[in-house]
Structure formats: structure tokens, C-alpha cells
């Protein structure tokens, strides 16, 4: 009897703990889904086409190159870079960021009418960026250590199988809580809803036609809802390079003002 009793007692470890080792962290799966969406080779280059469209179907277009540095391994510091192409009224304006993932990223804004570079507050991480429904820490990144995750459940989205995480912020952000839809495959964020303080769904992320580039597995479109203004905002990528050798060096004050040639074509 007592034998039967270890025995049962043993199996019923066993399984508690086969479960748990098969449970993913949800810390662990955010971070492999930042990796996975911003960190795609040790650097890249992106031809961007964005279509800002109000809730009366009026349609802004926005044209831009986008310049990504991975500072030393995945899911560590990194640099970005934006030149916008079109339209005149932000042709030759230029954004750049230093990530900083152990404290806040800083941001800049070269604004070619007046020649100036402005440097954007912390604050400003979560204002709009260029007028889009996306923000600037959205073009960026959120650092992992930034919320509690929890895994809610798991299912199926488009017939793609996928955790789903839910994200509280440590900080006060507009934004009482986040559920992000990961794939197992790719570990790309697939979707991500954000809910308001009134607990409303406000703004929904989708990343649409994944294909491969350079054996990486690249959003080509990505959509931004706001259910509380009816916009969205579209992103497409028309054309994609990794591992172009970019260098550290050149995100600068100096390559914001004038961009080298290479960058911009």
C-alpha cells in the first residue's frame, strides 16, 4: 500500500513537473518576439511605403527609408534611422533613435525647413510618430523589463498556432494593458491588442504577409487600428536588405543632417 502510495505520489511529480518545463516564460516569449520582429540579422535596410487613412477615408501617404543597427547580441542596445522621401511637406526629415533597453531610449528629429535637430523628451516615446497611429516606441520597441507578462492561453490565428501574452505596464502609459498573439513558428507578433483604462479594446496591431527574406521571416504588411479615432495606418515594405554592414559611427547628428547617398537611394 505504501509502495502504491510513492508510487502514485511520484508519477503525480513527475507530471507537475513535466508540465511546468513545458510551459513557456511569458518574459522569455515577448523577448524572443522583440527579437524576432526588430532584430533580424546584425543590421538592415528598408524601403517603406506608409498609407495613413482617417475614419472618413481620407489618405495620407508617407514614402521612407529605414535603417536598423544591432549594438552587439539580440535583444540588446540598438540604433534606427528614418529619411523620409515623400511628400514635399517631410521630404529630407530625418529621425533617429538610440535604444537603450536598461533605461530610455533617446530620440531625435532633424527638420530640414528650419535645420534643426530637436531632441524628443522620454515622455514623447508614446506620441504619435510623423501623425500615424503608430507611436515612436512602436517603431522601436518596448523593453521587456517595461511590464508584467503572463501566458493567458494558446491558440490558433489564421490558422497559425500562437501564444498569447498579456503585457501590464510598470509605468503609467495610455494603455491599461496589452495582449500580443505570438507565433510558435516564427515567434513574430502576429497581433496585438490594446486595451484602454476603461478596460475597451483601442488599438489593434496586425502583421500581415510574412515572407522570407535572407532565410528571416519579415512582416511585409503592417496595420495599425485606432478604434477610438477610426484611422489606421498601413506600412508596407516594398524592399528589404539584412546584413548591409552599416557602422555605429554613422548615427550621428551629422548623418541626420546630410544622410550618405547609399542610405537614401
Do not use: C
Request: aromatic share 10%; hydrophobic share 35%; net charge neutral.
Amino acid at each position: 500500500m505504501r509502495k502504491s502510495l510513492m508510487m502514485t505520489a511520484a508519477a503525480v511529480l513527475l507530471t507537475a513537473a513535466f508540465a511546468a518545463a513545458e510551459t513557456p516564460d511569458a518574459a522569455d516569449l515577448i523577448q524572443k518576439s522583440l527579437n524576432a520582429y526588430h532584430y533580424g540579422g546584425a543590421d538592415g535596410k528598408s524601403t517603406i511605403s506608409m498609407e495613413i487613412i482617417d475614419k472618413n477615408g481620407s489618405v495620407r501617404e508617407r514614402k521612407m527609408v529605414m535603417l536598423r543597427l544591432n549594438i552587439g547580441d539580440k535583444g540588446g542596445d540598438q540604433r534606427f534611422f528614418v529619411y523620409f522621401k515623400e511628400p514635399g511637406d517631410v521630404r529630407e526629415m530625418t529621425f533617429m533613435v538610440y535604444k537603450n533597453v536598461k533605461g530610455d531610449d533617446d530620440r531625435w528629429i532633424f527638420i530640414p525647413s528650419v535645420k534643426l535637430v530637436r531632441r524628443l523628451a522620454a515622455d514623447d516615446k508614446r506620441s504619435s510618430f510623423v501623425g500615424s497611429d503608430f507611436t515612436y516606441e512602436d517603431v522601436s520597441g518596448r523593453s521587456v523589463a517595461q511590464d508584467e507578462h503572463t501566458l493567458v492561453k494558446e491558440e490558433d490565428l489564421n490558422g497559425q498556432a500562437a501564444y498569447v501574452v498579456k503585457s501590464v505596464p510598470k509605468d503609467k502609459v495610455e494603455y491599461s494593458h496589452k495582449l500580443t498573439w505570438i507565433s510558435k513558428d516564427t515567434y513574430l507578433p502576429l497581433k496585438e491588442e490594446y486595451y484602454n483604462g476603461d478596460g475597451k479594446l483601442s488599438r489593434v496591431f496586425t502583421a500581415e504577409n510574412i515572407e522570407k527574406i535572407d532565410d528571416i521571416p519579415t512582416p511585409i504588411k503592417r496595420v495599425m487600428e485606432n478604434l477610438e479615432s477610426g484611422s489606421k495606418t498601413v506600412i508596407t515594405i516594398e524592399k528589404a536588405d539584412y546584413n548591409v554592414n552599416l557602422d555605429e559611427k554613422d548615427f550621428s547628428e551629422r548623418r541626420m543632417r546630410r544622410p550618405p547617398r547609399n542610405w537614401i537611394r
